[in-house]
């Protein structure tokens, strides 16, 4: 049912809602364009490219629920977290501390809904379950069960704004090996605010967890807490800290990690020299020389443009453990154009490969890229 409420099912028109709530592009925020980030669940990012920022919408809910609970909860989180995105150090009280765990929640839930039809078919974005149990439970203004959040700050005035869900696997002596996901790691940057949410989707899976970043832990809440604290997240710490790399378990047992097969995605397959990965359509692969992995290994990142079958265009990137898809159609052209450095000709097999060489912080290169179109 595409056209039905993420949240409650009703097949009521559908109404749109914004990323961040529309309160946000009022309190003062620079809203000059920035690149805008949100991440599907499989590593396959979407790019949203370069919007006004605070102004992305998704039009996935139904008016009782946009104009019922969700604008009561964005109206109690306004409140409280207005002075955080501003920079203004202050004091969480306890019985607000619920209300921005359920805020990061709903709004990692809602940019999930970013990615289109298609990609939700094919299995990209969270459970929908997940909404499911986040609406039955939606009077308790608080984030689902089985989850931890610290509240941090964002050590930078750069516009920069970020919902990341990362899933992830935890190792343990129990599990040395798991290939499943036990949950997910989910990351907002707004202003100067940075929330970080891990949810366990296996009660059974649930472990102790700490941020090694020392945030104070906003949910289960154990006290007024004084923001910020601990060490702030930077751009450049950002996409490590999104990938959950400053989570531990208490006990030091257990470890927890990206998940690096993506979900419902066949893992690139080495043919001969080319590596091959399904392209977004779900329909045909495009490949690349395996000599990029290679290259990746050592810490060398290369963009490229691709073609599918369906003739639509793709910009891909190498990054340290996978390639990427950045764009695809004319964006994908025409932020590869706007990449710095020469195009390279690779020899490799019988056609030559046209590529980029990208700074080592591939990402930023292509966020930049992405930002001046
Ligand atoms: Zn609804
Ligand atoms: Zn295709
Ligand atoms: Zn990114």
């Given at each position: ?30 809203l ?25 919408q998704?039009k ?13 909860m964005?109206?109690?989180a ?31 839930l ?17 459970a929908?379950s ?112 999104a990938d959950g ?5 208490v006990?030091?047992q ?12 066949p ?26 992995l ?7 990142f ?47 097999g ?24």
């Amino acid at each position: 049912m595409p056209n039905s409420c993420a949240f409650c099912g009703s097949t009521q028109p559908l109404t749109r809602e914004h990323l961040f709530g529309k309160w946000v592009s009022k309190i003062g925020l620079d809203l000059s364009p920035a690149s805008h980030h949100s991440s599907a669940l499989n590593g396959l990012p979407r790019d949203l490219g370069v919007q006004p920022p605070y102004r992305l919408q998704v039009k996935n809910f139904c008016a009782a629920c946009n104009n019922g609970w969700m604008s009561k909860m964005e109206k109690a989180a306004q409140r409280v977290l207005t002075p955080l995105i501003l920079g203004n150090p202050g004091k969480i009280a306890l019985e607000d501390q619920g209300i921005l765990a359920m805020w990061a929640q709903k709004t990692a839930l809602t940019a999930m809904l970013v990615s289109s039809d298609e990609q939700r078919e094919g299995g990209y974005g969270l459970a929908r379950s997940e909404y499911k149990a986040f609406y039955l439970h939606r009077e308790r203004m608080q984030p689902l069960d089985c989850s931890r959040f610290w509240i941090g700050e964002y050590a930078e005035d750069d516009g920069f704004s970020a919902v990341r869900v990362t899933p992830l696997v935890l190792h343990s002596p129990r599990n040395p090996e798991p290939d499943v996901p036990c949950g997910y790691a989910l990351t907002i940057v707004l202003g100067r605010v940075v929330v970080q949410g891990i949810r366990f989707t296996s009660a059974d899976a649930e472990v102790d967890v700490k941020s090694t970043m020392d945030m104070p832990q906003l949910w289960p809440g154990q006290g007024t807490l004084q923001w910020p604290g601990g060490t702030p997240c930077t751009r450049e710490s950002f996409l490590g800290f999104a990938d959950g790399k400053r989570l531990r378990g208490v006990d030091g047992q257990v470890a927890l990690q990206p998940w690096r097969q993506a979900a419902h995605m066949p893992e690139s397959v080495h043919a001969g020299d080319q590596v091959a990965v399904p392209a977004m359509c779900r329909k045909h692969v495009v490949s690349y020389p395996a000599t990029l992995l290679m290259e990746a290994m050592r810490g060398r990142f290369y963009a490229f443009l691709r073609t599918c079958g369906c003739q639509v265009t793709y910009l891909l990137h190498t990054d340290s453990d996978r390639s990427r898809f950045r764009a695809h159609g004319d964006d994908a052209v025409r932020i590869y154009k706007r990449l710095p450095g020469e195009e390279q000709r690779l020899v490799d097999g019988t056609e030559p490969f046209l590529c980029k060489r990208l700074p080592a912080d591939a990402d930023a290169a292509i966020m930049k890229a992405a930002s001046q179109l």
